[in-house]
């Protein structure tokens, strides 16, 4: 843990998503101190015109409306300014590896609870 999930509507033109991934896993990692191993990231494309902002529909990802889906799951004993710092640094790095502007990027913390995780064949309790 942590998990790194994206969602947003394709790319015109097409973005590397495994290099854009593996890249944002790496950056992660070393910028808080957590093993690669422990770091995981996933994007899901939707389908065309089935994400609606502000009633209307796209068939591609836009750079300046509808905003790419972030949603970070963490331990809950991440503190509040590490959160922040994890956010703004996902933001940041998202804007540069894509073609989206960070103004458009909205990102989740969920908190993980000690016990509500099964990982590894077992529940996990910190």
């Not at 509808?66 to 509040?80: G, N």
Request: proline share 6%.
């Amino acid at each position: 843990m942590p998990v790194i999930s994206i969602q947003s509507l394709p790319f015109s033109p097409a973005i590397n998503v495994e290099q854009v991934l593996s890249q944002l896993s790496q950056a992660f990692s070393g910028q808080f101190n957590i093993q690669l191993a422990h770091v995981s990231a996933n994007w899901r494309y939707l389908d065309r015109h089935h994400y609606v902002v502000a009633g209307k529909s796209a068939e591609f990802q836009c750079s300046d409306s509808h905003p790419i889906l972030v949603e970070l799951l963490a331990p809950d004993f991440t503190q509040p300014q590490d959160v922040e710092n994890m956010l703004t640094f996902l933001a940041c790095q998202l804007a540069k590896s894509t073609p989206i502007q960070k103004t458009n990027i909205f990102i989740e913390y969920r908190a993980a609870k000690s016990g509500w995780i099964f990982d590894q064949g077992k529940i996990v309790r910190w």
